[in-house]
């Protein structure tokens, strides 16, 4: 089985959840292809005219400027790594009520009619990554599971919708931590016993190949 982990946050483990969260998930995770897609280590132009100006030139057969073919290879290795996996596991933190943008520059780059979805003649949305499960780890600071907070929170939210909607994956598991910051003198038996879900998480996906 090929697992792709998907990680978007670039602070090191004593300093951000979502990174310990990472390691802690390949700590424990056996038998597998496992391969790390590192969205801040990865040169990632962000999408907008220049690809769409790429893209009509492909079609037409015109030359590619260098910035141009940057951002097409950029976006067709994202594409790659997701066609060769199995399972893709997408790590992340909650910033600023959403998603870190180099992640969403990595949603954006699969988010591709033709590839992740694709339109029936009646105009229905097909989703076309259903041979594919995904895993959601995540965490937020403050608290967003109550009826009052939740309708803020738009990352695991926004990453659910798209990956187990649009692309169709099986959403397998999801850990999110949350509230360490809120609540300071619970913090470390919260993230302890996140990180104990980690790891089964983990464990349950070894468990499919051992």
Same mark, same amino acid.
């Given at each position: ?46 999408m907008g005219q220049e690809l769409f100006g790429a893209l009509g030139k ?14 097409? *290879?950029?976006?067709?290795?994202? &594409?790659? /790594?997701?066609?060769?996996?199995? @399972? $893709?596991?997408?790590? !992340? ?42 895993v959601i780890l995540s965490a937020r600071g403050g608290v967003y599971s109550?009826? *009052?907070?939740?309708?803020?929170? &738009?990352? /695991?939210?926004?990453?659910?919708? @798209? $990956?187990?909607?649009? !692309? ?31 790891a089964e998480s983990a464990k349950k996906l070894s468990a499919v190949t051992?």
């Amino acid at each position: 089985m090929n697992v792709l982990v998907v990680k978007a946050n670039n602070r090191p483990a004593s300093q951000a959840v979502s990174s310990k969260m990472y390691e802690t998930f390949m700590e424990n995770l056996e038998g597998v292809n496992v391969t790390t897609y590192d969205v801040f280590a990865e040169d990632m132009p962000y999408m907008g005219q220049e690809l769409f100006g790429a893209l009509g030139k492909l079609q037409s057969g015109e030359e590619l400027s260098e910035s141009e073919k940057r951002i097409v *290879e950029a976006r067709q290795k994202a &594409m790659d /790594a997701v066609t060769a996996a199995d @399972v $893709v596991v997408f790590d !992340f933190p909650l910033w600023n009520l959403t998603i870190p943008a180099k992640l969403q520059t990595f949603i954006d780059y699969v988010y591709a009619a033709g590839f992740s979805f694709k339109y029936s003649k009646e105009g229905q949305l097909i989703p076309l990554l259903t041979d594919k499960k995904a895993v959601i780890l995540s965490a937020r600071g403050g608290v967003y599971s109550t009826p *009052e907070t939740a309708p803020m929170e &738009m990352a /695991a939210t926004y990453i659910k919708n @798209v $990956v187990g909607g649009v !692309f169709g994956m099986e959403i397998v598991d999801e850990v999110i931590i949350e509230g360490h910051n809120a609540e300071p003198d619970k913090a470390e038996a919260i993230i302890a016993e996140g990180l104990n879900r980690v790891a089964e998480s983990a464990k349950k996906l070894s468990a499919v190949t051992v």
